[in-house]
């Protein structure tokens, strides 16, 4: 197999700590893990209107973003830090600050009340924030180093001024997705009081991951790699003449994503524009398999419908175009939800799946779930309550996920029925936005809204009705009549296309329902076939291989990637399924094989790491075993199985650190209770109940007229 031992140095997840400062820095970070030099220039570093003198579209650009709305002046924000800070006390949101308020955790300010008339709290996430930075780390949390190299305002005229100012402004690091991923990854625990360890946002290990960053995931994608930037700052036209444009065009400093409430507040409507666009087509939307009675049949538009009978039809969603879980960041506070519509061919409308305005149980909604101690979901963001993860129904790059739905047809309705469905986005759950909304008019909140319209800022309002986006949509037919339809949408796809989405989203079912992705794939095979595309072939075979697996039938997982891969050739992607059906059936030295070239292929890719790291300690084989432990916790630094794997290799090898690493993994571990505690959502919360199924699965009914009407008037 080769040896690749390197040697044991334990890292920052050995501590809750940041990592040590040297001499000379700041030591007021933790627990952020942000590090200053102590000589570093605060006034300088809120400074932003000599970089606007020379970089015009950019700083217009970063005026309307959420870096620049990131602190005290983010009413959203502040509701949740306020709310920490009350029950945690202020140092603990260091935590926060090293993010969301560099400023005010350098200067000390954010250990005391923040004040609406502070200036550093209207400040942001300012230019030299960024831009002085001179190192990551993969922790998250704001694991980043900043430099007090001073910043040399140059002469247009002179080169060697320019030269020496595009050195010391763009670093490496800010090259790097490490930049972005040292904020967007987070984790909680002991050191913001907090019992247990528990990640956070992890968009840069999704990305690192994916097949965005070249790794190589369990199944077939091809797609160009991009980092962050790549879509998160494409470049757009300069319009008065900045100067670090290039053929007319600088990089984008909008950051658009997801933060379409901000972003209609906001004077400049490109930001809003960007904000929609991301937003829009990033998730496919499908209808699927239908049953009517016990016939089942692929797509609606093939099943035979009578009034009375049981209907019950799949809607397939899949990650499409996003490079981290959609929706990203903080997956608890979005609202994401799927509506769906059925009508006759009169036009009546029969059932739907919408929110109402006081409940979502009945709506299937793409977020995560916490609980709180009391094994209830904590659907307000408040990071102090955060007990244990319960469930996370958010999309990973390029998969996909079956929602079920089931009605009876009514006896009167006339065929063929219409299917709409629609995946709808708005930044904020409303639990959310009535909080902050209550808080922004409290005296504190108005105060913080006079001082940043006086500090040139827009007073942002949580209480104005946030914009809701339509990201995808899709219409189909069922019954007589049903192929004399035209369908729209994700259902108009090529058909090949919608049975391999079809066959993904029902890879995810309990082991007993696995049997149901086979007719999607069997038709699929034979379109792909029929087309003459060897790379359609190997998508399905390579589909074929993934259930073999998850069936524990690794001789037919081996034989179907091996068909894939006399057709289109070595792809590492085929070790990746083959490795994983080795590693299910426990044979290991096979399993440890693929794996090591997987690793070869996509050394960014922690998630192979961890695998190669667990098949090699299931050999007993340590040395490698804490080698590959090691290289993905370069990646990963608190990963639980790449922390227990480092610890059981160390402890066999009887290295003297071996107790130091089994503590890091003891404190990473996933709560105790965890199991107690989703049991206990599982009983009092439909919300658990439903989202603990692989498939959920929803009833719809003729909704009140009531209903319709109130659905009506919040969209």
Same mark, same amino acid.
């Given at each position: ?489 994700? @259902? =108009?796809?090529?058909?090949?296309? !919608? %049975? ?5 989203? #029902? *890879? /995810?079912?309990?082991?007993?329902? +696995? ?111 804490? @080698? =590959?432990?090691?290289?993905?916790? !370069? %990646? ?5 199985? #790449? *922390? /227990?794997?480092?610890?059981?290799? +160390? ?65």
């Amino acid at each position: 197999m080769g040896v690749f031992f390197v040697a044991c140095g334990l890292c920052a997840a050995c501590s809750e700590g940041p990592v040590p400062f040297g001499d000379g820095m700041k030591r007021v970070s933790s627990p952020s893990l942000l590090s200053a030099p102590s000589t570093i220039d605060l006034e300088r570093l809120a400074k932003t209107d000599d970089c606007a003198g020379c970089h015009s579209d950019v700083a217009a650009h970063w005026m309307h973003s959420a870096h620049a709305y990131a602190s005290f002046d983010n009413p959203w924000y502040r509701t949740s830090v306020d709310e920490f800070r009350q029950h945690r006390g202020e140092k603990a949101s260091r935590f926060c600050a090293g993010c969301h308020d560099p400023l005010l955790l350098l200067s000390g300010d954010i250990d005391r009340e923040v004040k609406p008339e502070n200036e550093l709290a209207h400040a942001g996430i300012t230019c030299l924030v960024c831009h002085s930075v001179e190192s990551t780390r993969s922790d998250g949390n704001g694991s980043f180093t900043l430099t007090d190299r001073p910043v040399l305002i140059p002469d247009p005229a002179i080169p060697a001024e320019i030269e020496a100012h595009r050195e010391r402004l763009a670093m490496p690091a800010l090259r790097s997705a490490a930049l972005c991923g040292s904020c967007h990854r987070s984790f909680s625990g002991s050191a913001i009081g907090n019992e247990n360890h528990l990640p956070g946002i992890d968009d840069l290990g999704d990305w690192g991951a994916s097949a965005f960053s070249g790794s190589v995931p369990d199944h077939w994608v091809t797609v160009a790699e991009r980092d962050c930037r790549g879509c998160h700052m494409t470049p757009e036209p300069a319009l008065t003449g900045d100067l670090a444009a290039t053929d007319g065009l600088v990089s984008g400093h909008r950051w658009a994503a997801s933060h379409t409430a901000m972003a209609a507040q906001l004077p400049d409507r490109a930001q809003a524009g960007r904000a929609e666009d991301t937003l829009v087509g990033s998730v496919v939307i499908d209808i699927g398999a239908t049953r009517v009675n016990e016939k089942r049949v692929l797509f609606p538009e093939e099943a035979k419908i009578r009034g009375g009978e049981r209907v019950v039809f799949d809607i397939v969603l899949q990650n499409a175009k996003v490079g981290h879980r959609f929706p990203g960041g903080t997956r608890d506070m979005h609202d994401v939800w799927v509506e769906v519509d059925i009508r006759d061919a009169s036009g009546r409308l029969l059932a739907v799946s919408r929110p109402s305005e006081s409940d979502n149980d009945e709506v299937f909604v793409l977020r995560s779930t916490m609980l709180d101690a009391s094994a209830d979901p904590e659907i307000l963001h408040q990071v102090h309550r955060f007990a244990t993860p319960a469930f996370d129904r958010t999309l990973p790059t390029h998969d996909a996920q079956i929602v079920r739905y089931e009605f009876t047809a009514p006896n009167d309705a006339s065929l063929p029925l219409r299917i709409d469905t629609r995946l709808m986005h708005r930044k904020h759950s409303r639990d959310f936005q009535r909080a902050a909304c209550e808080a922004s008019r409290t005296e504190r909140g108005e105060a913080f809204a006079y001082w940043a319209e006086l500090f040139g800022k827009v007073a942002l309002d949580p209480c104005r009705r946030q914009p809701l986006t339509e990201i995808a949509n899709a219409t189909a037919w069922m019954g007589d009549g049903a192929t004399n339809e035209v369908s729209l949408g994700g @259902a =108009a796809r090529p058909t090949i296309e !919608r %049975l391999l989405d079809q066959a993904l989203g #029902l *890879l /995810r079912g309990t082991q007993e329902h +696995l049997e149901l992705t086979k007719p999607s794939l069997h038709r699929a095979l034979a379109l792909a076939r029929a087309s003459g595309s060897e790379n359609l072939v190997a998508r399905v075979e390579l589909l074929f291989a993934r259930l073999a697996s998850m069936q524990g039938r690794p001789e037919n997982a081996v034989a179907a990637t091996r068909r894939a891969e006399a057709l289109v050739g070595q792809n590492p992607v085929f070790d990746r399924v083959r490795g994983d059906a080795y590693a299910r059936v426990w044979r290991w030295s096979e399993a440890a094989d693929a794996y090591r070239r997987v690793v070869e292929a996509s050394p960014g890719d922690w998630t192979a790491w961890r695998a190669l790291a667990r098949a090699y300690g299931s050999l007993a084989d340590d040395h490698n075993a804490l @080698a =590959a432990a090691e290289l993905g916790l !370069r %990646l990963a630094p608190r990963d639980e199985s #790449l *922390l /227990r794997s480092r610890s059981l290799a +160390l402890t066999s090898l009887g290295h003297p650190d071996a107790a130091l690493a089994e503590e890091a993994w003891l404190k990473h571990r996933s709560p105790d209770s965890a199991p107690r505690m989703l049991a206990a959502c599982e009983r009092d919360h439909v919300r658990c109940r439903t989202d603990r199924q692989p498939i959920p699965q929803y009833s719809l009914s003729p909704p009140p007229r009531k209903a319709i009407h109130a659905s009506a008037k919040l969209r």
